[in-house]
């Protein structure tokens, strides 16, 4: 009789384990497909990423890039913009609210970019060529 | 009983274990090249990944050297070359990128030409300043580059006559296809380099297919492994005067735009043919493209605005 409690206990054991992987799994999965973030790159740096899930509101901030150069975007849930920026084009102001990975924000002037991830779309887009 | 539900938790331990930990070592990064971001994405699980990503930074930086036409750099470039009409002793590495772009000329009927520069100077300055007046000296810079030539003896480079040359439409493209050749000589195999989005290099993802989107065809996303994927589009760099569209997509042939197609999407497996290519056929009748595209073995989506003209992918 003790014998078979032991035998139980240790498949109950088992069967814990695989139940907890198996939702462990199932939140990890989830849990990647619902975030999206952006991240501002400057020069080959991260300069910040922004979760952009469940933002109260729409908010500016200003990010300065390096001592000398500073701009201000804007984000609510999900999408991001550029308000300002001190480059010669404004690519990235025209470029206007973002909420995909298919359309990250690029200034070749002053060299950032904001890039958003949404893990349940693309791996890369394919954009523009640009005449230097 | 006992020790068999034991030996089942101790494979089943093993199992989880073996399958969190990777072998695969990530290198991932952005430099600044060609006046563009490029993202650098290798994965590996040979020690050789360290000395592989190494040569492919320092083969970009050195192509984005070589064919900058606006510095001089710490080596003779092509701003060098513009700058004389004598011979001027280049890098090898410069040399075969020539002779590449020469053969492509030929290949696209003269739709590929990068004795353009000038011109290319003028549309940059118009869409800039949306200045029509800069555009009443376009037929004696065509007259140029129709009088123009480049003579390659060895390793100098001569250019004759008065256009400059622009490599634009073929460094990125060239550049990735020298590094596509170190990735396979270092055995790797799991890569992405985006060059400025628009020329991306693909290895497979651990075996499987890349998810890649087209920026200007809304849901749209190809599946492709061990490819080349490029673009030209006037849609980020144009100007409308008085109805007329003005881009950077000049025909050498004319000097001016031909507004045939807005976005043209080419696959294929030859990164520095598609940049050309992809630049060329924005002057080509379609049937053309079509034709040469069929030769070459590449896939190609074409747009005009939001209607698609023509498509074999």
Not at chain 1, 9 to 37: D, E, G, P, Y
Not at chain 2, 139 to 155: P, Y
Not at chain 2, 193 to 206: D, E, F, P, R, V
């Amino acid at each position: 009789m003790a014998k078979k409690k032991i035998i139980l206990a240790n498949i109950i054991l088992i069967v814990a384990i695989i139940i907890t992987s198996l939702i462990l799994l199932l939140i990890t999965r989830t849990a990647n497909k619902q975030s999206k973030s952006a991240t501002i790159w400057y020069q080959n740096n991260v300069i910040k990423t922004i979760d952009l899930s469940g933002v109260d509101g729409v908010v500016e901030e200003d990010i300065a890039l390096d001592e000398n150069i500073t701009i201000r975007i804007s984000y609510k849930t999900g999408a991001i913009r550029v308000l300002s920026a001190p480059c010669h084009t404004h690519d990235c102001i025209k470029t206007g609210w973002t909420s995909s990975s298919r359309k990250p924000i690029i200034c070749l002037d002053l060299g950032y970019k904001i890039v958003l991830s949404d893990q349940d779309e693309v791996d890369v887009v394919v954009w523009t060529k640009y005449l230097v | 009983m006992c020790r068999i539900i034991k030996t089942l938790l101790l494979i089943l331990c093993c199992i989880i274990c073996i399958s969190c930990s990777s072998k695969d070592k990530v290198k991932t990064e952005q430099i600044y090249a060609f006046n563009t971001t490029i993202d650098i994405s290798i994965t590996s699980s040979k020690d050789n990944i360290d000395e592989a990503y190494q040569r492919i930074k320092e083969l970009l930086y050195l192509y984005s050297d070589l064919c900058d036409r606006y510095a001089q750099k710490d080596m003779n470039n092509i701003y060098t070359i513009n700058h004389t009409n004598e011979f001027v002793e280049v890098d090898s590495h410069l040399i075969s990128l020539l002779q590449e772009a020469l053969l492509l000329q030929t290949e696209t009927n003269g739709y590929f030409n990068i004795l353009i520069g000038e011109v290319s100077n003028i549309y940059k300055e118009l869409i800039k300043t949306s200045d029509l007046s800069l555009l009443d000296g376009i037929e004696d810079k065509v007259n140029d580059i129709n009088a123009s030539s480049i003579e390659i003896e060895g390793n100098n480079v001569k250019r004759v006559g008065n256009a400059t040359i622009d490599l634009g439409g073929i460094a990125k493209g060239y550049a990735l296809k020298e590094v596509e050749k170190v990735l396979k000589e270092c055995e790797i195999t799991t890569y992405l380099i985006n060059a400025g989005y628009s020329s991306i290099l693909l290895g497979s993802k651990s075996g499987k297919d890349y998810k890649v989107g087209l920026r200007y065809t809304k849901d749209t996303v190809l599946n492709l492994q061990n490819m080349v994927v490029t673009t030209s589009s006037i849609e980020e760099q144009k100007v409308v005067i008085d109805g007329n569209v003005y881009h950077h997509l000049v025909n050498p042939k004319t000097g001016y735009c031909e507004n045939k197609y807005s976005t043209i999407y080419l696959i294929g497996s030859d990164a520095s043919q598609l940049d050309a290519y992809s630049t060329a056929f924005f002057n080509m009748d379609l049937e053309d493209i079509k034709r040469l595209c069929e030769a070459k073995n590449i896939k190609y989506i074409i747009y005009n605005n939001t209607n698609l003209l023509a498509s074999n992918n």
